[in-house]
């Protein structure tokens, strides 16, 4: 089995460089070939000497992932169906703003932690992705959106946010190495105040994160307290708000912002009235003394039919921000995007919920894909 380039960081690129006998510089020919260029084909890597191109030929590959389908919303927003085999699919998307591109990237096929309003959560683990999966996601849509929108060669994704399927902490070992082709100069160049990993709350990891690759970092917190966020977010009984928020305060000693940013999903009559408000003010504000520096988000809920939830009417949203600004916390209310290709937050592979649908449901968007995707993709990808 040959070596797919994609799974490798700079660093461990280089080793396997070194181990075919080639320098170091080779190895950083090789990455910007891959991220910045998008190149497939060892053949296309013109300024290597041919005897490496032979011996890459023989031992590596630069593998994507197949696209199943995609779909563009009104909005500009594309949503990517990526194939990641024995009838497992993740999801990438791109959302298109004024001022940047922002890629929505998965980490896992499924997602163990179970929150009770994301549809992925309810379709239950299957397995971590490889690094090479996470940054197939980049990788893919970065060089097609360069192609689709005819950018010249400029660079359309500015911001990657880790909040696709999966806890990009619960995939660890793969997350790191890719976070670090992101921020890469030869590979992505993102900078680390716009790559953003989103958690539920893995304690320990938020520490490591903190000490290997610190990034902006977003938290799941979508509860005031313990006992509602014991309901929502089952992790939390595991790591209790009080610890989280050490940790967050922990994290901010190295991260490239000065603020933490909390995600509040905005659901009715269960986390949205003025009580849970004025509790939400108070624990971060008020934490050991001191508080958490942060920032809120407030999601409005998107609906899928097993959750049993209804999203917050937006005057209780509105209320709701209202309390927490006048305590002087900067809130935001998320736009919803891509709403008409449910590419909204938390509805990604909303239907790939029933797994034992999967395998039926690839094979006909398999179908589909060989109408819609370019041939140019379909034949290369798939
Ligand atoms: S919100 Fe995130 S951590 Fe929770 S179940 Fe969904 S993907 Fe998993």
């Known amino acids: 089995m040959t070596a797919n380039l994609l799974d490798y960081d700079l660093e461990g690129l280089a080793a396997f460089c070194a181990s075919l006998g080639e320098k170091r510089f080779r190895a950083t020919q090789l ?6 260029k998008g190149a497939r084909d060892f053949a296309q890597m013109t300024d290597l000497a041919k005897s490496l191109r032979e011996k890459l030929e023989g031992s590596a590959r630069i593998e994507g992932l197949p696209v199943l389908t995609q779909h563009e919303s009104a909005d500009g927003t594309i949503k990517w169906l990526f194939d990641v085999g024995n009838g497992d699919a993740v999801e990438a998307v791109f959302i298109p703003e004024d001022d940047r591109g922002t890629l929505c990237v998965s980490s896992q096929a ?3 932690v179970g929150c009770r309003f994301c549809s992925t959560g309810h379709q239950g683990f299957s397995r971590n992705l490889s690094t090479g999966e996470i940054l197939a996601q980049l990788w893919f849509a970065e060089h097609f959106l360069r192609a689709h929108l005819e950018t010249h060669g400029e660079r359309v994704i500015s911001n990657v946010v880790m909040m696709g399927m999966g806890e990009p902490l619960q995939n660890y070992a793969a997350l790191v190495p890719a976070l670090r082709v992101m921020l890469d100069d030869h ?3 993102l900078s680390r105040r716009r790559v953003t990993v989103s958690t539920s709350g893995v304690v320990p990891m938020i520490d490591r994160l903190g000490e290997d690759c610190p990034v902006a970092l977003a938290v799941s917190l979508h509860a005031p307290n313990d006992e509602l966020r014991d309901k929502l977010v089952p992790l939390n009984r595991k ?3 009080a610890e989280l928020l050490d940790a967050c305060n922990r994290y901010l000693e190295h991260a490239p912002r000065d603020f933490i940013t909390f995600e509040y999903c905005m659901l009715d009559g269960v986390n949205d009235q003025p009580e849970h408000a004025r509790q939400l003010a108070d624990l971060v504000q008020r ?3 001191r508080g958490v520096s942060c920032k809120l988000n407030l999601i409005p809920f998107n609906p899928f039919p097993a959750s049993g939830l209804v999203r917050s009417p937006q005057q209780s949203v509105q209320a709701f921000a209202k309390i927490l600004s006048d305590a002087g916390i900067v809130t935001t209310v998320r736009k ?8 909204a937050c938390g509805q990604l592979a909303g239907d790939v919920k029933d797994r034992t649908r999967v395998d039926r449901r690839i094979a006909q968007q398999r179908t589909v894909m060989l109408k819609q995707v370019p041939a140019d993709t379909a034949t290369k990808e798939g």
């Not at 990455?31 to 910045?36: C, E, P, S």
């Open 110 to 112: 499924g997602c163990a």
């Open 287 to 289: 934490h050991r003394g």
């Open 239 to 241: 790591y209790p708000i």
């Open 31 to 36: 990455f910007r070939w891959i991220h910045q």
């Open 187 to 189: 590979g992505y160049g």
């Open 336 to 343: 919803t995007r891509g709403d008409d290709i449910d590419a």
